[in-house]
Every structure is written in C-alpha cells, then in structure tokens.
C-alpha cells in the first residue's frame, strides 16, 4: 500500500454526477488515486458507493465531471474499453454464470485479457482453492467461493485498477476469511485497489486510505492511520460537519447506492 501523496496518479475524478432518473446518486465527487495505492469506499446504504464504483468502471453513465485514468480522459469510453484499458470491476452480487464451472467462467475473462502476469495458470497457482474447484459449476459454490472466483475472474483481464463492490456482504464469518485470503494475493501483488466494505474494522485494516460518502458527497477522506474509527463512523451517520462539510447536506434526501 502506498500513501498518498505527489507520486503517479492512477485515477482522477472531477466533479463527477451520476443519477438514476431523476435521483441523484453521485454528487460532484472529486477524487484521486495514487499507483499502488488501496483505497476503502465505505458508507451507508444508499450513499452512492457502488454507483461510483460503476460510474469509474463505465457501467453507469455520468451526468457530468471527468474520469481520468492515467493520462487518458475515459469519460465517455464503454465499458468494454475501460477494461482494455485497465480498469477491472467485481461487481456487488459476483454475477458468475451459474451453469459454467470455475475454469470456464475465468476463462471467459482470460479471452479479453491485457498483457500481464495473470494467466489461467498463475491464478490457480495463486488461488490454490480455486485448483480444486475448478471442474464445480458456480451455481454450486459457496457465497466465499464465488467471491473468489469473481476477484479472480476480474484479475485475469491483467487491471491498472481493481473495484471491488461490497467485499464481504452477506458472507458468513469463513466465507468472509475466504474473500480477504484471496484479497490478500491481490494486495501483495501491488494493484491498485478500491474496495467497498461495509465492514469498518476490516477496511481499515488493509487500505492505507478511507474515503466515507454520505448522500452521493465525499464527507471524509483520510489515511486510516490519522482517523479513528469513531470519527470514521460519525462520517458514515453524518453525526460530524468537520469532515468536509459536505454532512451539512444530510437533510437533502436519501441516495441510492
């Protein structure tokens, strides 16, 4: 993990608004990411997190600001082409295909591959729980397993940048130390990572940064080291207006996520 600091800038966003109708989700949200850097997305249900998330990974569309990604302004690139370009998203749910075993959804992956380290046989060399389960249908993995297979799914398109959505919701505790057993080979790898985590403790232990948002704003963003977390929860309730200000705004209405 590295701090944040003058270094290479792997994402840039400015100003950024998505919505979903006429509900605003995201609200002109600025926000940068250094190389190698591990960033935790947190906030409360609705406050917008996996609308950034897909908005940077271009599965939702903007409705203003800028996505830079390295030196590429990738505002208005497909999807498709932000994974070519490097950018990779687990999405909240997995959203394997059921009926393919393990191999055969990672090799769907490995079709739309950049140049990298992450091939077919370095995953499974890395993920050795995926070694074994790769004949098993998705459909017929555990909850941890199938977060497993999506981390790993998303690492063999060889990403500049890894979103991972709602790491751990809805997993039980052992599929929980799954999910961050695997999360730990993507960490040593050196990636550069955002991951949403509802778990607070969890988060701040292995991002070198929290960034809270609150009804779509950014109302706190510091390096785990300088916060507690009681102040990182009272960003998360909107209970402190020193945060960036942007907790004033709670009265405006619910968000979405």
């Known amino acids: 993990m590295s701090a944040r600091g003058d270094g290479p800038k792997a994402l840039r966003v400015e100003s950024?608004?998505?919505r979903h109708g006429l509900l605003t989700a995201v609200r002109e949200v600025s926000l940068t990411v250094d190389d190698g850097e591990v960033v935790a997305l947190v906030g409360a249900n609705g406050a917008g997190k996996s609308t950034l998330l897909r908005t940077i990974a271009g599965a939702h569309p903007s409705a203003a600001g800028a996505i830079h990604f390295g030196a590429?302004?990738?505002t208005t690139r497909p999807a498709h082409q932000r994974v070519a370009d490097g950018i990779a998203l687990v999405p909240e749910g997995r959203r394997l295909f059921p009926d393919l075993t393990v191999e055969e959804n990672l090799l769907v992956a490995a079709r739309r591959a950049r140049p990298g380290p992450w091939?077919?046989?370095t995953i499974l060399a890395?993920?050795?729980m995926l070694a074994e389960l790769r004949g098993r249908r998705a459909a017929a993995l555990s909850g941890g397993q199938q977060q497993a297979v999506s981390i790993a799914r998303a690492l063999?398109?060889?990403p500049r940048l890894l979103l991972v959505d709602e790491v751990s919701l809805g997993l039980s505790p052992?599929?929980?130390e799954t999910v961050y057993a695997s999360l730990a080979t993507v960490l040593r790898s050196g990636a550069t990572l955002i991951l949403v985590e509802q778990d607070l403790q969890r988060a701040m232990s292995v991002a070198g940064r929290v960034v809270c948002l609150l009804e779509g704003?950014?109302?706190l963003d510091a390096p785990t080291a300088d916060v507690t977390r009681e102040q990182v929860t009272e960003a998360y309730f909107g209970l402190s207006r020193t945060t960036g200000g942007a907790a004033a705004d709670s009265t405006r209405g619910g968000g979405v996520s």
């Open 16 to 18: 950024l608004t998505a």
């Open 119 to 121: 091939r077919l046989d």
């Open 174 to 176: 052992v599929a929980v």
């Open 72 to 74: 590429d302004d990738v």
């Open 217 to 219: 704003r950014i109302v």
């Open 156 to 158: 063999l398109t060889n």
């Open 126 to 128: 890395a993920f050795p």
